[in-house]
T-cell receptor, first 112, second 113 residues
Framework: NAGVTQTPKFQVLKTGQSMTLQCAQDMNHNSMYWYRQDPGMGLRLIYYSASEGTTDKGEVPNGYNVSRLNKREFSLRLESAAPSQTSVYFCASSDQTGFTRHFGDGTRLSIL | AQSVAQPEDQVNVAEGNPLTVKCTYS??????LFWYVQYPNRGLQFLLKYITGDNLVKGSYGFEAEFNKSQTSFHLKKPSALVSDSALYFCAVSDYNTDKLIFGTGTRLQVFP
């Protein structure tokens, strides 16, 4: 009964490095989302995928790319990390109606 | 454009007392309203939602929320707080496009023994 699984849980990068955050869900949900959480800012939507094969920009997409590999997996890539991308990243999925999000436990990313 | 406000960064309450965490919203058309809770080092967990119907919505762990259209509010309430309710609470709103759910900045609830 895993729900939404994110890897890695922690990561430290140097400015300019690249990395991919992985997310997988086992609830057969169509929609998947990537958010970032910063103090005093709440959660902000980076990208989302309403179904396999589609992706759309959210509120703060600059500096990120995503891939919906299949129905289960939705990855987030930082091509050239910047200190402003230091944050906690959450992946979420939702059912057909999109009403209720199910969240992973996050990836804590620090960029030096 | 839709928006949501949680005017209190922190709410302190004694165990056993009633608690209220405030949320106001702005959205074109009918709102879809949600409350989520976040415990330390965990993702957000769904508490309750208002889509349509009764203005008083009951959710997990004894929480409830009242939708007030005239005041554009959706305050979270619990009759008797527990120390284990201490966490970060997020209100969220969307219009019919629930992919574009907007989260508030969060309210930290501290329940003291």
């Amino acid at each position: 009964n895993a729900g939404v699984t994110q890897t890695p849980k922690f990561q430290v990068l140097k400015t300019g490095q690249s990395m991919t955050l992985q997310c997988a869900q086992d609830m057969n949900h169509n929609s998947m989302y990537w958010y970032r959480q910063d103090p005093g800012m709440g959660l902000r939507l980076i990208y989302y995928s309403a179904s396999e094969g589609t992706t759309d920009k959210g509120e703060v997409p600059n500096g990120y790319n995503v891939s919906r590999l299949n129905k289960r997996e939705f990855s987030l890539r930082l091509e050239s990390a910047a200190p402003s991308q230091t944050s906690v990243y959450f992946c979420a999925s939702s059912d057909q109606t999109g009403f209720t999000r199910h969240f992973g436990d996050g990836t804590r990313l620090s960029i030096l | 454009a839709q928006s949501v406000a949680q005017p209190e960064d922190q709410v302190n309450v004694a165990e056993g007392n009633p608690l209220t965490v405030k949320c106001t919203y702005s959205v074109s058309g009918n709102p879809y309203l949600f409350w989520y809770v976040q415990y330390p080092n965990r993702g957000l967990q769904f508490l309750l939602k208002y889509i349509t119907g009764d203005n008083l919505v009951k959710g997990s762990y004894g929480f409830e929320a009242e939708f007030n259209k005239s005041q554009t509010s959706f305050h979270l309430k619990k009759p008797s707080a527990l120390v284990s309710d201490s966490a970060l609470y997020f209100c969220a709103v969307s219009d019919y496009n629930t992919d574009k759910l907007i989260f508030g900045t969060g309210t930290r609830l501290q329940v003291f023994p």
